[in-house]
């Protein structure tokens, strides 16, 4: 037993950077595999009960009301008269939630810095940050149309106002989350506030931080598309368009639209997991997963 | 001989209305390695606290004759996500030295504890008794005229505490520091120290304090001679008189 451990340490040792990266890609790829295989399914659920409900639950005169995936895709897909707009329209969208997305990341992180300076700044400006998360999107809206217009930055305002509570949270919970020992050790060699701040609070933060920016991200999603809904003035977003074809009662292009905007959904949700994954074993030393 | 550390008469009292040290009176001279034994709450961290200036006395004097205090504290207290090198190297960069200098530093100061090769391993990547050696390499690697030691050997099993305290004993050989280490082992504390120092339960106070004879380096063997056996015991005495 003992040879054994002692010829197989140095084997494992000696099969060199290749080797194990090779071995590293593959695992990597499994680990996808094993995360894409789920959602697959479940988007075949999705697929499945879709049909049964339309086929099985509505009769033939009120399948209009949930007509069959291949239905919806065969009308639109292949007819640019419909896609083009809906895609100029779902590009517009991506735009606003991804600047509504960065100016709530800058301003939420700010006001997490400042709030993590003193308890007394924190006691002083936290209740604001609960308020804004408190009242209900939908409350607001008409307001900031009245006050905003009914344009594009209206559109960015109302996501940036659903997406900054995640950063904000997150990141003052990741600040904080130092412990006292490492607090004493930095006072002990006479660090500076802002060495405090760069060496120890913020890469402290940093899982909580990408905590933050997954959820917001997926927030500001929602918020571009609320956006849109409310504030028509200017070229129309997915959410504008969604409006539209329900008025219509264009049942093929409205499906078609909610499918796009589930998939950027997704895409956004995943880009950021993926990004919080890579960021974070890198940050701990690679080997960790 | 410079005292480096003096308490005088030191009584600590917390807002809150705790007492945790009352009239300790203690000097710590350099060349000297003096271990706190007491029962649990009795203020050593405390004592530790006043002496690193991180906590002020509320009544006597203390005073420090040190231009470096390093400070180990219980649990390794490394960040994450810097290797072994850059957490040892980060006294440098808080006190501003110049990167060249602070690195080949921080390399001596591992090479010392015995981590050589382990310098781009992240904390996660090592054992309990690794991330203690990184911890103190870099309170080492400040060149400490006071060292302040909290219970580092606390949380390590038996046979890497053992190894340890052969290890800090000639570190302290080496660098001869004035050493002020806490601990609950009455067996380690006499072997590490040339002076045991033994307080009292809470308010703490100091009750004996008792010489070391040996020589450095001292051999692992010495804690299964008789004289050994015989110290351990006079200490044990005092602690269970006063607790
Ligand atoms: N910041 C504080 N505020 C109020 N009371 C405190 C504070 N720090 C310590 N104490 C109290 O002072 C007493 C001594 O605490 P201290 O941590 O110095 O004990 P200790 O001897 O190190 O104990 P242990 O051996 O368990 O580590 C305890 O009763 C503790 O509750
Ligand atoms: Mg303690």
Redesign the pocket.
Known sequence: MSAATMTGRPQSGTSGAGATSGAGARRRLAATGAKVWPLLAAVAGIVAVWYAVTYLVLTPERRFLLPPLHQVLGTTLGNPAVMGPMLDALWQTVGVALSGLAIAVVLGIGYAVVMAQAGWAERILYPYAVILQTIPILALTPLIGIWMGYGFSARIVVCVIIALFPMIANTLFGLQSAGPDAHDLFTLNRATRAQRLLKLQFPAALPAIFTGLRNAAGLSVIGAIVGDFFFQQGSPGIGGLLRTYTLRLNMDALFMAIILTALFGVAVFSVFAALDRAVIGRWYGRGTS | MTRTLVLDDVTKA???G?V?LEGVSLAVAAGEFVSVV?P????????LRLASGLDHVTGGDIEVNATSTSYVFQEATLLEWRSALRNVELVGELRGAGKADRRRRAQEALDLVGLTGFEKQHPRQLSGGMRMRVSIARALVAEPDLALFD?PFGALDEITRLRMQTELQSLFELKNFAGLF?T?SVSEAVYLSTRVVVMSG?P?RVVADIPVPWSYPRPPELRFEPEFAALTGEVSAALGEHS
């Not at chain 2, 649990?40 to 004592?47: A, P």
């Open positions: 917390f807002p809150t705790t945790a007491g649990s709450g009795c203020g050593k961290s405390t004592l219970e806490i609950h809470r703490g």
